[in-house]
């Protein structure tokens, strides 16, 4: 499609009655949309554009607007869904950024917009000063707060190992921890750079902090998050807001390891310590085994000595004490010659006791015949046989008043039972739980209730209640039927 434009040579003739109408074709407003479209679209074609973000917005759908500003213009650009998740630098407000992509119209909104499927930042002084301005956003939230670190465990009994399976790094860790202490280890492969970079190591992080402790798959008592040196592009994802919110959370401890000791990421603020080295990470993990053995050993012998100067003390000390006491034999010699005289007075003492014991006892043994001793023993035994038979009479005439008393309590207890009552037409109305219910008001009250007669008891279901199911009757034997009992009256 030709656009015609009314130029200089246009009115040489002179004005013309079918000017307006006649000479000047009509054009739609899509296909003057369509026009400017493929002209801007055509001229520029694929463009680099230098400039600071401004006004970024993100909705649900997943694109990302922004806009690409300088001192005296604006540009409005846009990042479909499938090109934001390939940027590994995401466009922030306020950063300086080299957007390319691709300049277009947006015949919506009659306006010319640039198509962006890559962002780089400026120079490396606008990525450190949004860096820098991300640190301190989160250090403000207490991310990095010191008291939230955790102690480093002295021997851990797995390490759990987050970084690339197919790089030097993996090697590097495990042929140290080889070296130091052989430990289990636990390795979690992730990508360490790139757009996948950040949501692969918060996942593993936390999907570490997930495991059961006692699980079929062991709970890591350590987490070392490890990539090797790089750029800061290269870096970057260990920069990323989810990644250090994850090694902030996590309740394992955790050590960073990414990088060379001259590179610097915010996981490194937000873990529990940080390894200049992937290998110093697997040095700080354990200690040195031979060492620790070494160590144990004089240790050991430290104790050993120790206990041996302790005692040689103790016995010097004990030894000093003993010879302040004195010694045995002039304490405890005075004392056996004092036993040595009371010893030689005490058989003669002995002998006289007896002696006189001997005389006081021979005139009772004149008195004493076994004549006497027997007609003693025989008044005794029918002391004692008359006693026995006295016994027994008592008794027996004790336990006949009790079968008398006992006898009369049961009859006077079966004429004042209530079941004699019943027997002559009365009834017992009970309530739940086996109440006994003594007026009308109670017993419309509690409903179902049971009336005890002389022969038994039956239920009564209030008036209104479904009747029960009959149950099936078994074949009963013929029986007499029971004469009713005498018309005497009722509760009811």
């Not at 930042?121 to 939230?148: N, Q, S, Y």
């Amino acid at each position: 499609m030709d656009i015609l434009d009314d130029g200089p040579d246009a009115s040489k003739n002179g004005p013309s009655e079918n000017s307006a109408s006649g000479n000047t074709p009509e054009f739609t407003v899509s296909e003057i949309s369509g026009a400017v479209k493929r002209v801007i679209e055509g001229e520029f074609g694929r463009v680099r554009v230098r400039g600071e973000v401004g006004r970024v917005s993100r909705p649900s759908s997943g694109h990302l607007y922004f806009d690409l500003k300088d001192a005296n213009a604006v540009i409005a650009a846009v990042s479909w869904k499938g090109q934001v998740a390939r940027m590994q630098i995401r466009p922030e407000e306020g950063m300086e950024v080299i957007a390319t992509g691709k300049l277009t119209t947006f015949p919506g909104q009659s306006k010319y917009q640039l198509i962006v499927d890559d962002v780089e930042p400026a120079g490396a002084g606008a990525l450190m000063a949004m860096l820098e301005a991300r640190r301190k956003a989160l250090t403000a939230e207490g991310l990095f707060d010191p008291a939230r670190k955790k102690p480093i465990p002295y021997l851990p009994a797995v390490i759990g190992v987050i970084t690339s399976p197919s790089g030097a790094v993996i090697r590097d860790i495990l042929h140290r921890l080889r070296d130091r202490f052989p430990r289990r280890v636990l390795i979690w492969p992730v990508a360490v750079q790139g757009q996948a970079c950040a949501p692969e190591v918060a996942a593993a992080i936390r999907g570490f902090n997930a495991l059961a402790p006692g699980g079929k798959l062991p709970r890591p008592d350590l987490i070392i998050v490890a990539r090797g040196g790089g750029s800061l592009e290269d870096l970057w994802g260990f920069n990323e807001e989810v990644v250090v919110r994850a090694a902030a959370e996590s309740r394992i401890p955790l050590i960073s390891a990414v990088g060379h000791e001259t590179d610097t990421t915010l996981i490194d603020f937000a873990a529990d310590r940080r390894a200049p080295t992937p290998t110093a990470a697997a040095e700080m993990a354990v200690p040195v085994r031979a060492e620790l053995a070494t160590r144990l050993s004089e240790m050991q012998a430290r104790i050993s000595r120790a206990t041996q100067t302790r005692m040689a003390g103790r016995a010097q000390r004990l030894a000093d004490l003993s010879r302040a006491l004195g010694r045995p034999e002039a304490i405890t010699r005075p004392r056996r010659q004092r036993f040595d005289l009371v010893a030689d007075r005490l058989l003669p003492a002995l002998r006289m006791v007896v002696v006189r014991k001997r005389a006081a006892f021979a005139p009772l043994e004149a008195r004493i015949s076994p004549r006497l001793l027997q007609t003693y023993l025989r008044v005794e035994r029918d002391r004692l046989a008359g006693l026995s038979d006295r016994l027994g009479r008592a008794e027996q005439a004790r336990l006949t008043r009790a079968q008398d008393r006992f006898a009369r309590l049961a009859a006077m207890l079966q004429t004042l039972g209530y079941q004699e009552t019943l027997r002559r037409g009365y009834a017992v109305v009970r309530g739940p739980a086996d109440q006994v219910l003594t007026t009308a008001a109670t017993a419309a009250a509690l409903a179902p209730l049971e009336i005890e007669f002389k022969d038994g008891r039956l239920r009564v279901l209030p008036a209104d209640a479904p009747p029960p199911a009959p149950a099936p009757k078994p074949a009963a034997k013929p029986r007499k039927a029971a004469k009713p009992p005498p018309d005497q009256g009722s509760l009811f």
